[in-house]
């Protein structure tokens, strides 16, 4: 089974001027995200895998699986460097 | 016509928080009460993280639901039910000895929770309308400069609310911000530089209503301009501010943002709107702001 992910639940999310506003109330610390960080952010309430953000970015967005792919994971990898994303545990 | 309503058995505490409740001028959307008791708060059980502002200790978030704000002067606790509209208070015979303080510390703290309840959101900002209409709010922290600014502003006739004490809530036409009733209290470098003496039998700050500086007072802008003042040594500034910084500063000045989770989003989401309707300015404050003219309107023409 492929690795799911969630956003922590401490964050809370706006957008302004087509960017990402992320606010952690645990630490109170600030990010702003791309458009499309925002938009996997808002997916990542409920666990999702790399699949899953993938078909949902592709619906979304004029991009192709391979580049919608690099670019979640990329993503996904600083946010989780950054405690805003979790690995859900395997049920 | 909604308000704070204020129940006490002890009729005179009844009296003196009514009367200060009511010196506010706040008109929420509904009825908040604040239902007190007159005894020694309980011992705090609460294990939930605490989080600190002066004189004040709160917790908040899972797994109560409620709020919680404990006056560390006196013995004084404060209870908010989630979602509730009514704030359980409790006042020690020692937070009754010091009303001046309990009521600018404690009690408006509690009352900044139950406003949250309303969809008011507090944001640490004086506000004012300058001569041309414009609505501006002035958001930072202590020691920014906002309640000399908003006082010298009142002394050069523009319409201000107050120095701090303002709440952001949703309007039809975008966001508004409503200022509490309060005197703009001045420390003695501001009273300096705004050429008022201070009165020696003064306790603290004194403090001064709009229409005392030669201004009038106005309740509720819809702001058009954001400024961030900062003090400076040189001439004053105005350097322009991108949105998503503005928000950042907004958030930074939004003290209660993040203190209860299920409130967190609708104020971020009043802040986002905030930073989208008006235009932001860094303001580097210099004592050249002082001398005859308008030198607010000059640099934010």
Do not use: N
């Amino acid at each position: 089974m492929s690795p799911r992910f969630r956003r922590h639940a401490d964050l809370r999310l706006t957008e302004l001027a087509g960017e990402g506003i992320v606010l952690h109330l645990g630490s109170r610390r600030y990010f702003s995200v791309s458009g499309t960080g925002l938009a996997i952010l808002e997916a990542l309430i409920e666990p999702r895998s790399m699949d899953e953000l993938v078909e949902m970015l592709t619906a979304r967005y004029e991009v192709d699986a391979a580049r919608a792919r690099a670019s979640a994971g990329e993503f996904l990898e600083r946010c989780r460097a950054a405690g805003v994303v979790l690995d859900e545990p395997a049920a | 016509m909604a308000g704070i309503a204020v129940r006490c058995p002890r009729v005179e505490v009844a009296r003196w928080v009514g009367t200060w409740a009511g010196g506010l001028a706040l008109e929420p959307p509904v009825t908040l009460t604040l239902d007190i008791t007159v005894g020694a708060p309980p011992a705090d059980l609460d294990d939930r993280p605490p989080w600190h502002q002066p004189d004040l200790e709160l917790r908040a978030g899972p797994p109560h639901g409620d709020v919680r704000v404990r006056w560390l002067r006196q013995p004084a606790l404060g209870v908010i039910g989630a979602g509730a509209t009514t704030a359980r208070v409790l006042l020690s015979e020692g937070a009754l000895a010091e009303p001046d303080l309990c009521a600018r510390s404690f009690l408006t703290a509690v009352v900044v929770l139950l406003l949250r309840r309303a969809g008011w959101h507090h944001v640490h900002a004086a506000t004012a309308v300058d001569p041309g209409g414009r609505a501006w709010l002035i958001a930072g922290d202590t020691g920014a400069g906002k309640s000399t600014t908003a006082a010298l502003l009142a002394q050069r006739g523009w319409r201000v609310g107050g120095d701090d004490l303002s709440f952001l809530t949703s309007s039809g036409d975008g966001v508004h911000a409503v200022a509490a009733r309060a005197p703009i209290r001045l420390r003695p470098g501001g009273l300096r530089l705004l050429g008022r003496a201070a009165d020696p039998a003064a306790d603290g700050k004194p403090g001064f209503f709009p229409e005392e500086l030669g201004g009038a007072w106005v309740q509720r802008i819809r702001p058009d301009l954001i400024a961030l003042p900062i003090l400076g040594d040189g001439p004053t500034t105005a350097v322009p501010l991108p949105p998503r910084d503005v928000l950042s500063e907004l958030v930074r000045w939004s003290a209660w943002v993040a203190l209860e989770p299920d409130l967190a989003q609708s104020h971020l989401d009043l802040l986002a709107r905030l930073a989208g309707q008006a235009s932001g300015y860094r303001l580097m404050l210099g004592t050249d702001l002082f001398r005859p003219g308008d030198r607010l309107m000059e640099l934010v023409p």
